[in-house]
């Protein structure tokens, strides 16, 4: 962060021009939380790809899938990221026909032997003003329902 600092005051200085450009500054240390929410009255096993933070080292780790989170009905899972894409896979357990639901995608991934297809989201660049921004834990909330459709 010095050395970003340091560099932009001595090309402001030197060529009255910023070498370096404003969203290189913008999007330093934003993080997200996604809320994944079940919404339905089953229990729902979900698989997570995305680059994680962790508050406790102030490290932005690289791509992992984490699986499976198993929520029941009105359950919340929350897990924060620091970049604006991330991909997401979900299944209900069966209901008392045999019959599962399924939140896919067309981004594959094989899971404990199994392919599944991820969802991408992308946060749009414009989260600052369309995200709620949570000033106690310093983050900006996405929120996922999954939902019956």
Known sequence: MTKLLLGLLFSLFVTGKSTISEKTIKHEHVIFKLNIKNKIKRLISVAIVMMPYNRATDVEEDWQTKAWYNLSPGETLSLETWNRIFYYYAESKPDFFGAKLYWKGSKYRTIDGEECGFKEIKINSD??????????????IYNLNLVKY
């Not at 369309?130 to 900006?140: A, I, Q």
């Open 127 to 140: 989260f600052r003003s369309t995200l709620e921004y949570d000033s106690e834990s310093d983050c900006y």
